[in-house]
């Protein structure tokens, strides 16, 4: 074998804490290393151009790069040296940026590793062998999981591109988030009058079934081709039957319920139809509430049903689906703001969440738009509201940024003045956030033309006397501790990745970061995928983030899949174990661990023999290590290459 | 107001905080929540966030000759909604531990009652109220101090005039006597851990 | 549990300002089988002054106090007062770092040897004793007692170290009441400081800050603000007059936690020594029996007007069995069982009177 | 020159692909400084370590191993981790016998978001090996052919 290895500068990156000359010149002396020289960006485009050139002049067989991660680079150097006439699988990698030069500053301690790792990528390839991929075809058929608006455009754009879409979502109804909120910023349109119609789409599209109230239960299989397994909530009404008239909901004597869809703003009956809106238009029994299930005896829902939906009997439902591809698009919660005791964790009426603002603005909500103090039904005049309430603070384990709430705040502060025009608005924040198109004006027209008085400084207390709220605060710009009567308190509360999110993950096989937030591929190039192929991101359940954005990154998902799902055949990763028939004793044990179905038994002539299903492997190497013949292998990562490896670091 | 060079920053002072604390300044972004429960920022001349900043900015002389570290009531409110889980209570008082150790007072009277409270457990061991006040009238002069308060409370025979002297009143006497000698500087006792432990490797090989 | 033996540490303002909280103290541990062992010729622990020295100082004082109660073979210990208990408690937490402790003993020269740990008499009330078993030792509840609980601002906080009740809405102080027979009013500033020992050198502080705290306390109806720290305690009821010329009018008594204990408890008078407070209780007493006898006339007539309701319920019950009987078994059976149950909680609510 | 001379130690980890491994680049990412002494061996999963990896470096001359993989019941490969935990753990029990201080080897896991983990896991590792110091050199390191099989 004759092997070319290139040491890449990435400018001063590496070479600023590693000599990569040195490294180079090691190399060279490395067995069946035929060539080897430091490069400035091995994977710009003059650098490509030399390793191809070397790989012509030199005759090189094969190819070892020492750069950045080969989650980074790997697929484009492997590119390269088949446009050499090398097969891309005759290439390794060696880590010296991540791992060595970014995390050092000690020059010679950094070499020596550097030169470390480019043997053992060295003894690695001379072990490597030609990999073929092989085809297999794609269900085109796409999983989005989540009805908030990032989930609807995704939806909506793989299906009128004309692929086969199954929407999930958990609540009754689709709309997430953005179905609660009255208006949005900075254009301050309605809300439902944007939304609605999209939602519209969902129900009416052809291509598009939706199960709400629906759960994702498991997901198996690969890229290409999942098998999903949804759950379909009881909801105690036959939605085939049920016209969504709403007769059930008027007549149901169970009044005080808790109403999820108006955060608790009033309550609502134990049938719900969430609101006017919703998508499916169909009622649902909310078990916890209903007389029927509580009492044993009620019935009235059924009673008056014209077309005898309601049924109590009902159970969940399982449905199988298979899918070639997955969009998640579960959005968020809020930060439990109880916590804040000092706020009143919950013992004051009159001091509400944005969300809960947001229903007593919109004019479809409990309060018919009405904004009222909850204590007593009268109108406010002064309305605080305090900014980063379960955002950017470290001893509640959110120090980040929550991204709209500035925004947000801004937009309540003038609607307020438009419902209440002798209102007075004072937001207390610590920075304005608002790098948007338009954004950073709008915080200002809220300010100039719309009179809220904007103080920097957060909130310490809120305490009632006297029928008002005291809030103690600081204005950190005057150097001085404030203090405002409020009327209405509205706390601006912060978002975290939504409940359960780290168990999806677990059933899609990606990563979540340390708050439950799903990791992209990359955090620049890669937004919208996962390190599982055929699973994508949209919206905040990637990471907290606006309307237009989770919109752009629901269209960006839609394209991801739809690029994978346009092909017919996909090309399967060879990196995949097989089998040695002669050291096979047909055991078994590889067929027990393997967590795809991959491996089965066959017969030859007598002898019960494992095999690979070639297209249903995932290259995990669990077989590998579980085989007590070593007759399973996995390909590029056999056992003697790993062995090869260890040798050569600990020979020497 | 002065212009602060920014340049001149105390990088010493904010160490000697930060040690003397425990605490990291660094980490305060100046939502100025602890100025916001303050409830002796009435009194202060900076207040909390702003002695914070000051820290932060290493500009030592404003921080120890100001009253709001004297005037600090040691209440924890600060410390307990701080979002940056920064002992601001702690910090104030590290403040008040270097002020005094270079003899600056930015509150005569808060530190005079210190001292006058401190004087009288030296003498008794515990601390007599009407002995502390007697010390504070001296130590100030404020011979008034409260005196109207002296009819409410003598008949009810809650202010002992004769303090309760314990038996170990010179063993606390002592303590305070070898704290001014400077015998718990941490230096000092580092050293003398070292010396210690290298004695005791000694007599282990 | 029957009974409890543990240290006990008075703190000075125990031997003066609250002579009261001592004596209510120790009486009321007495009757709930708590054995206080003082710790012998016990120093203050510097309070405020100390700590606002040098920690080491401060410990200094408090590892004192723990190397007398070592001595007499004590290592758990209870306190009073907050201020202390806060002392004593950073002392521990600060003397578990190696280079802390030996800074401590450069002063002290008496390194301890035992584990010790320090409560509040509230703590132990609250998490030993329990509130079941002190309401059951109530032998003159407190019923029309409208009160506020004052926990001060030391009692939870910092959270970290006291590890003791919710840091921003304690209750432990609102149940024991409860468990007394008097209403807990709810209150927003249970634990805003007072002003502490600021109290001496800084006329203003006083009345603008304990001041706010017996404003609200009268505006939300209590007859008295309880407390459990001697300084709160001596801000709000001594320093009272200097407030009241700050324009607040109210006449609030402050009496400790411990001696209305000793009330409910029926203990003797000089145990509750109520005598010693500044502002007089026995108005808020006087107000308590009248709104008590009040209390209890409404009851009366409540549970008779239940009691009515259940009998014409059950006879109502009686006739459509009567009834049913003739129209079939299954019938009968199942509206029989539903007077019974109605029966079933008329007596409950009779058992309440 | 093998390791650097009284500086470093030899350090083997063993890390899976899409967690540990992601976890190492993070690190680097968020520039979290680490000892030098460490050198990593990507496998896809930490199901595909055989504990006779572990035990070859640690006979042929490493003087400590890490082995690092995603957390449970995050396995990219849905359970690769569970069977890499129970063989691992047997490994460790077994090493004693072998006449290998068990603390030459850790199992950790570490996920592709957790940089700072990752530092602070390579830290302590690192050091709980340099106060171990070198390990014990096997005069005859046995033939990789015969552990492998």
């Known amino acids: ?240 039957k049920c016209t969504g008239c709403g007769l059930c909901t008027e007549k149901c004597p169970s009044k005080k319920s808790y109403d ?183 915080t200002r027209r809220v300010q100039e033309e719309y009179g809220a008085r904007y103080v920097r400084g957060r909130v310490s207390m809120i305490y009632p006397k006297g029928g008002k709220l005291m809030v103690r605060g600081a204005d950190t710009l005057m150097g001085t501790q404030v203090e405002v009567e409020a009327d209405l308190v509205v706390l601006a509360v912060g978002a975290e990745a939504s409940a359960n999110s780290s168990a999806l993950a677990e059933k899609l096989r990606i990563s979540y970061d340390g708050y439950g937030f799903f990791m992209e591929g990359h955090p620049k190039l890669k937004p919208v995928e996962t390190n599982t192929a055929g699973v994508f991101l949209a919206g905040s359940c990637q990471g907290l983030k606006d309307i237009p954005s989770s919109v752009a990154q629901g269209s960006a998902a839609a394209a991801k899949a739809l690029g994978l799902l346009s092909r017919d055949m996909l090309d399967s990763d060879p990196q995949i174990a097989s089998v040695s028939v002669n050291r096979c004793v047909g055991c078994r044990k590889c067929i027990e661990v393997c967590p795809f179905k991959a491996i089965q038994e066959v017969d030859m002539r007598g002898q019960p023999k494992a095999e690979v299903i070639e297209t249903v492997c995932q290259g995990c190497g669990l077989c590998n290590a579980t085989c007590p013949q070593g007759a399973i292998q996995l390909s590029h990562f056999t056992d003697n290459q790993i062995l090869a490896e260890v040798e050569a670091l600990c020979r020497f | 107001m002065e212009t602060v060079c920014l340049n001149r920053s105390d990088d010493a002072f904010v160490k000697a905080v930060e040690d003397e604390s425990g605490q990291r300044v660094s980490r305060c972004y100046q939502c100025g929540n602890c100025t916001a429960g303050c409830p002796m920022s009435f009194t202060f001349d900076y207040s909390v966030s702003r002695i914070m900043r000051l820290i932060q900015a290493g500009q030592k002389e404003q921080v120890l000759s100001s009253g709001a570290v004297w005037l600090c009531a040691g209440c924890e409110t600060c410390t307990q909604r701080c979002p940056n889980e920064i002992n601001v209570a702690g910090v104030m008082d590290a403040c008040r531990h270097i002020a005094g150790r270079e003899r600056k007072f930015g509150a005569r009277a808060v530190s005079a009652f210190f001292k006058a409270f401190m004087d009288s457990v030296r003498f008794n061991g515990r601390s007599h109220e009407v002995g502390t006040m007697a010390l504070y009238m001296l130590y100030t002069g404020r011979v008034w101090t409260d005196v109207e308060l002296a009819p409410k409370i003598l008949p009810k025979g809650k202010m002992p005039l004769l303090p309760h002297r314990i038996a170990g009143r010179r063993e606390v006497a002592e303590i305070i006597s070898r704290f001014k000698q400077g015998l718990s500087d941490p230096d000092l006792v580092r050293a003398g851990l070292d010396a210690q432990g290298k004695s005791a490797k000694e007599a282990v090989s | 549990m029957s009974s409890i033996n543990v240290g006990y540490f008075p703190g000075c303002s125990g031997l003066g300002t609250s002579m009261e909280y001592e004596r209510s103290t120790r009486a009321v541990c007495r009757e709930l089988g708590i054995g206080l062992r003082e710790i012998p010729d016990w120093n203050c622990c510097g309070s405020t002054p100390a700590h606002s020295t040098d920690s080491a100082l401060s410990a200094a004082l408090a590892s004192r106090v723990f190397a007398q109660g070592e001595n007499a073979g004590i290592g758990d210990v209870i306190t009073p007062c907050p201020s202390c208990l806060k002392n004593l408690r950073v002392a521990l937490e600060h003397m578990e770092d190696p280079l802390f402790s030996a800074r401590v003993e450069a002063l002290t020269e008496r390194p301890l040897k035992m584990q010790h740990s320090i409560r509040s008499v509230l703590q132990v009330m609250v998490e030993d004793v329990g509130t079941e078993r002190i309401r059951g030792r109530v032998r003159r509840s407190l019923k029309g007692l409208k009160v506020v609980p004052y926990y001060g601002c030391l009692m939870t906080r910092p959270e970290k170290v006291m590890r003791f009740d919710d840091p921003e809405n304690p209750v432990a102080l609102d149940r024991l009441l409860e468990a007394l027979g008097a209403e807990v009013l709810p209150f927003p500033l249970k634990t805003d400081c007072c002003g502490g020992s600021f109290s001496i050198p800084s006329r203003k502080v006083t009345p603008r800050l304990a001041g706010r705290i017996l404003d609200m306390a009268g505006e939300v109806g209590a007859d008295l603000v309880v407390v459990a720290c001697p300084l709160c305690q001596m801000n709000l009821d001594l320093r009272q007059g200097q407030i009241r010329a700050g324009g607040i009018d109210r006449v609030l008594p402050v009496p400790y936690f411990t001696q209305l204990m000793a009330r409910a408890f029926a203990l003797p008078e000089a145990d509750a020594a109520f005598n010693k407070l500044v502002e007089d209780i026995e108005p808020a007493f006087a107000c308590m029996q009248r709104r008590a006898a009040d209390i209890e006339a409404e009851e009366r007539k409540a549970a008779a007007a239940e009691a009515e309701k259940a009998r014409l319920a059950a006879e109502r019950a009686a006739k459509a069995a009567e009834k049913a009987k003739d129209a079939g078994p299954d019938g009968a059976g199942a509206k029989s069982a539903g007077a019974k149950k109605t029966k079933g909680k008329a007596d409950a609510g009779g058992g309440d009177v | 020159m093998s390791v650097l001379e009284g500086k470093e130690l030899r350090i083997v980890g063993f890390l899976c692909n899409w967690c540990s491994y992601g976890g190492a680049d993070t690190a680097g990412v968020g520039r979290f400084t680490q000892p030098t002494d460490l050198r990593i061996v990507r496998v896809p999963c930490s199901g595909r370590i055989n504990p006779l990896f572990v035990m070859k470096a640690l006979i042929g001359g490493a003087d400590g191993v890490l082995v690092s993989g995603c957390h449970p019941r995050d396995c990219h490969y849905a359970e690769g981790n569970y069977y890499a935990r129970r063989r691992l753990e047997v490994l460790k029990g077994l090493l004693p016998v072998l006449g290998i201080d068990p603390r030459r080897f850790e199992y950790t896991w570490v996920s592709a978001s957790e940089g700072q983990r990752w530092q602070h896991v390579v830290s302590s590792f690192t050091a709980q090996i340099h106060a171990l110091g070198p390990a014990a050199r096997f005069t005859e390191a046995p033939e990789p052919a015969r552990l492998g099989a």
């Open chain 1, 1 to 240: 074998m004759k092997i070319g290895v290139f040491i890449c500068h990435c400018g001063s990156n590496i070479a600023g804490t590693v000599d990569c000359a040195a490294v180079a010149e090691r190399a060279s002396t490395y067995p069946d290393v035929v060539y080897a020289t430091d490069i400035m960006y091995a994977c710009a485009e003059p650098g490509q151009d030399a390793i191809i050139a070397a790989i012509k002049k030199h005759g090189l067989t094969g190819v070892v790069v020492a750069s950045c991660t080969p989650r980074m680079h790997e697929p484009t150097f492997r590119k390269a040296v088949e446009r050499a006439g090398v097969n891309r699988y005759m290439f390794e990698m060696a880590n010296i940026r991540e791992h060595v030069s970014w995390i050092g500053k000690d020059i010679e301690a950094n070499t020596n590793k550097a030169a470390e790792l480019v043997r053992m990528a060295a003894a690695k390839l001379r072990l490597d062998r030609e990999l073929k991929p092989k085809s297999f075809p794609v269900t085109k058929r796409l999983l989005v999981i989540g009805g908030g608006v990032a989930g609807i455009q995704a939806a909506l754009d793989a299906a009128d591109a004309g692929l086969e879409v199954v929407m999930v979502e958990k609540q009754p109804t689709i709309g997430g988030k953005m179905a609660k909120l009255d208006k949005t910023f900075p254009t301050v349109d309605c809300s439902s009058c944007i939304l609605g119609p999209r939602m519209v789409d969902v129900a009416q599209h052809p291509n598009i079934t939706l199960y709400a109230y629906a759960e994702l239960e498991e997901v198996s299989g690969y890229v290409g081709n999942f098998d999903v397994k949804i759950r379909k909530k009881a909801t105690y009404v036959d939605w085939d």
């Open chain 1, 260 to 442: 999820r869809f108006n955060e608790g703003v009033g309550p609502t009956t134990a049938i719900i139809i969430p609101f006017p809106q919703a998508i499916p238009k169909k009622a649902s029994i909310e078990r916890e509430y209903c007389r029927q299930f509580n009492k044993g005896k009620c019935g009235v829902c059924a009673k008056v049903c014209p077309t005898g939906a309601v049924n109590y009997e009902m159970q969940d439902e399982t449905v199988e689906v298979k899918v070639g591809g997955i969009v998640a698009a579960t959005g968020y919660d809020l930060v439990d703001w109880k916590v804040y005791s000092e706020y009143g964790g919950g013992r004051y009426p009159d001091v509400v969440t944005s969300l809960q603002y947001e229903r007593m603005l919109s004019a479809s909500g409990p309060t018919g738009g009405h904004v009222k103090r909850p204590s007593d039904g009268t109108e406010p005049v002064n309305v605080v509201f305090v900014q980063c309430v379960g955002s950017r603070d470290p001893s509640i384990g959110r120090p980040y940024c929550s991204g709209f709430c500035c925004m947000y705040t801004a937009k309540q502060a003038i609607l307020t003045k438009d419902h209440i025009p002798g209102s007075q608005s004072y937001v207390f924040y610590m920075d304005i956030r608002s790098p948007g198109k338009g954004y950073d004006e709008f």
